[in-house]
Structure formats: structure tokens, C-alpha cells
């Protein structure tokens, strides 16, 4: 369907209706938006959001503001019209995986919608990308084409909610990469990862032995890091040897007689080598030590 008229307010927008409309365009290949509170217009559109006092999603109405709101989640944050339309087209725009719908909208969508709701208890203080959308509307300096600056705003949001998505897309599906990587660890106090994955989460959750992570760099290279006690923890579980704290190239080769060693942070939480073997070799050592 592309001849579908899709309706939301004028005027002064946030970042509930302009998040709304991005993700309309994933499911939508072409559609004609219209701002207006003419309710007479209103009535005609096929999708209505955050205007009209109606939240019927089979209807195609995804207002919040009429009274008693639209629901709420179980975690007590209301519904904004974001919200409304990512409960029902969350999974469809994820590519049907259910997973990376509820990580975006844990991410993403009901921080928007707790935001817009005034629900914003455990939200970040700090500029807010709630914040950032309205800084689209033009300030009272400037020529009051409000089209126009929601446009360039869906334009954001649309890019922002892409990454969200690849984001979620990615930390799914590195868990799975991790877990393999723990079940099969020769060692259990050393995961070797054959590329690059997020590991921390997964690691933490699946492991409570797990002393060193190694995995190759972007540019070749691998590297030994530490396990943290706890995530965002400067602690680690064990720390790479003292000796090496700081050194690199010929100074770090010195001391542990790896040829091709490259370098020990000084808070000894990371190292690394030009190859496999040495990495490995560096990490027998830190186990040992």
C-alpha cells in the first residue's frame, strides 16, 4: 500500500510523532503526511498519531492523550504515540525477530515515550535525544516553517532508529557468537573469540570463571583483555602481569621473551601481539602468573 495518508498535529512537534513517522517510512515504501488538528481531515487519514483522542491500532489510531492515556507498560512507563506504533509494527520493522524489536524498544522507544509522558524516573539527566528532536522546531528567531523542520527531524530520527536497530540486530547475535565461545573454551578461564564480538554482557552472565578474553583487532592484531569483576567495573577478575604494566614493543618483548609481544596497557587490563600463538602465549603466561 503507498497511496495511505497518514495524519499527526502542526505546529510544535516532539519526539514521539516525529519518531512515529520514521518508523512509518520502514513499513510504508510512499505515503502523504499531513499536520493538521482539522479533525474533518483527521477523520479522512488512513494512520492517525498523536492526535484525535483514539487508540484503536486495528483502526489505525494511535493517540495517548485522550483521557485514562493508552496503557502502559509493565514496567509502569506509558504509552506515547511512538510506543503505540512500535507495539504494533515493532516486529515487522525488526525483519520479524521479536528480540530485537523488544531491545530497541527498551533502548529506544520507552525512554522516548516516558519522556513525552512525563514518566521520567531512572531517565539520564543531560541532554536527551527527546531533547535533541525538539531543537529541530525553530526558535522564535527564525522563520516558523514547522513542515519543513519536522522533515529534516524524521530525517534524523530515521537514521538514529536504523542504528538502533542494527545495534540490537549486532548484540543478539554476538551473544550467541560468545556463548559458543564459553561451551567450547579449552580453558575455561580463557575465551578465545575468532573475531571481534561484543563480550562483557554475555561473558558475565555466562561465566564465572572466565578470567581473559582474546580476539583479533580490527587491524590484524589480537589482544588479551581482562574480565571486569562487574560490569563498568575498573576491577578485574585477574589482572595481566605487574611486570608488564606500561611496556611495549622491545621493552615488552624483553620481559617475556614473545618476539612479536606489542603492548601492555599500564593498568595491565589489555595486551597484545602481532599473532595468534603469541597472544595465547601471553595469555598462558597471565595465567600462570
Not at 502502559?72 to 511512538?82: A, L
Request: charged share 25%; glycine share 8%; aromatic share 8%.
Amino acid at each position: 500500500m503507498t497511496d495511505i495518508t497518514i495524519a499527526t498535529h502542526n505546529g510544535n512537534f516532539h519526539a514521539d510523532d516525529v519518531f512515529s513517522v520514521a518508523a512509518l517510512k520502514t513499513i510504508f515504501s510512499s505515503f502523504n503526511l499531513v499536520r493538521t488538528r482539522d479533525l474533518e481531515v483527521i477523520k479522512q487519514a488512513d494512520i492517525v498519531l498523536d492526535v484525535g483522542g483514539i487508540y484503536d491500532a486495528d483502526a489505525g489510531r494511535f493517540d495517548h492523550h485522550q483521557r485514562g492515556g493508552a496503557g502502559e507498560r509493565e514496567n509502569g512507563i506509558p504509552y506515547s504515540s511512538f510506543g503505540l506504533i512500535w507495539k504494533k509494527y515493532g516486529v515487522e520493522i525488526c525483519g520479524g525477530n521479536k528480540e530485537v524489536a523488544h531491545s530497541v524498544d527498551t533502548g529506544l522507544v520507552s525512554v522516548i515515550d516516558a519522556v513525552d509522558c512525563g514518566h521520567v524516573e531512572g531517565v539520564s539527566k543531560g541532554i536527551s535525544l527527546s531533547q535533541t528532536i525538539s531543537m529541530f522546531n525553530p526558535t522564535w528567531q527564525e522563520e516558523n516553517d514547522y513542515d519543513a523542520c519536522f522533515e529534516e527531524a524524521v530525517s534524523f530520527a530515521s537514521r538514529v532508529l536504523t542504528r538502533f536497530i542494527a545495534a540490537a540486530t549486532g548484540g543478539i547475535s554476538a551473544k550467541d557468537i560468545v556463548a559458543k565461545a564459553i561451551e567450547k573454551a579449552e580453558d575455561p578461564r580463557l575465551i578465545v573469540l575468532e573475531q571481534y564480538t561484543p563480550w562483557k554482557t554475555t561473558v558475565h552472565r555466562l561465566s564465572k570463571e572466565a578470567l581473559y578474553v582474546v580476539y583479533p583487532s580490527d587491524t590484524g592484531e589480537w589482544r588479551i583483555q581482562t574480565v571486569p569483576v562487574e560490569l563498568g567495573s575498573f576491577e578485574d577478575r585477574k589482572s595481566l602481569p605487574s611486570p608488564w604494566a606500561g611496556l611495549a614493543g622491545k621493552e615488552l618483548q624483553d620481559v617475556t621473551g614473545i618476539a612479536d609481544a606489542m603492548f601492555c596497557h599500564n593498568g595491565c587490563f589489555i595486551g597484545g601481539a602481532q599473532s595468534f600463538e603469541s597472544v595465547m602465549k601471553m595469555a598462558d603466561m597471565a595465567l600462570k602468573a
